[in-house]
């Protein structure tokens, strides 16, 4: 079966530096990879979606990579603010079209002033 | 704004007696899904409407049923909770029709505690 595997261990780090966030899976390549920001007691809120032919997406301070040769996916935040502390999400859908989403358990990042 | 409501954010049941959840979206998305969040771990999928087209996971319980009566709502029925119930319910919409992924919305979930 499909395994995603993001580090369950918390992230700490100073404002200001650039935090850096992984996804691993396994089997098959997924046609899309999504991230989402989940808060305390919040539903998760989708931030950035990248297919499985680009290599890089970014939205402002956010950059996410693709590499499907190491079966991964980098989530890249710079000049990250307490503001970013956060638990955030991978998701895999596995065709093109409408699909379900399988979700990883989450890397939690904590950003200190 | 558009969005999707989750009804009661904490709900709170004996064990053994029948508890409903409610989601509601103004997104006027044709996909709806039920998921459950246990702490530290991933959303797992339950179930998920396309437009009136009810699919269930192989490994939801019995337990867990669903309704969707029109595109807006959708509810989360579980007959008989057990303490292994307990968990964080959020349901999510998204659209489909283009060919592309897109992207879930969710609520802010309901807090489903068992006595």
């Known amino acids: 079966s499909q395994k995603i595997e993001q580090n369950s261990e918390a992230l700490n780090i100073q404002e200001g530096k650039t935090a850096t966030l992984t996804c691993n899976y396994t089997n098959y390549s997924p046609a899309y990879l999504q991230w989402y920001r989940q808060d305390p007691g919040r539903g998760p809120v989708f931030l950035l979606l990248i297919r499985e032919n680009e290599k890089e997406k970014r939205k402002e301070r956010l950059k996410v990579t693709f590499d499907t040769t190491l079966k991964q996916s980098l989530f890249h935040i710079t000049a990250s603010q307490p503001a970013d502390s956060a638990t955030y999400l991978c998701?895999?859908?596995?065709?093109?079209?409408?699909?379900?989403?399988?979700f990883g358990t989450g890397t939690r990042l904590l950003v200190s002033p | 704004d558009a969005m999707v409501i989750q009804n009661p954010r904490y709900q709170v049941t004996q064990f053994g007696k029948p508890v409903t959840l409610s989601c509601s979206q103004t997104l006027n998305h044709n996909v709806m899904y039920w998921y459950q969040q246990k702490s530290s771990q991933a959303p797992k999928l339950l179930f998920h409407y396309y437009d009136k087209d009810f699919n269930n996971e192989a490994d939801t319980p019995d337990n867990f049923q669903s309704r969707r009566p029109n595109t807006s709502f959708c509810f989360l029925d579980i007959r008989s909770p057990g303490l292994g119930d307990a968990a964080m319910y959020l349901c999510?919409?998204?659209?489909?029709?283009?060919?592309?992924?897109?992207?879930?919305?969710f609520g802010d979930g309901t807090r489903l505690s068992i006595l």
């Open positions: 999510a919409t998204s659209r489909d029709g283009d060919g592309n992924n897109q992207p879930q919305h």
């Open positions: 998701a895999l859908a596995f065709l093109p079209g409408f699909q379900k989403l399988v």
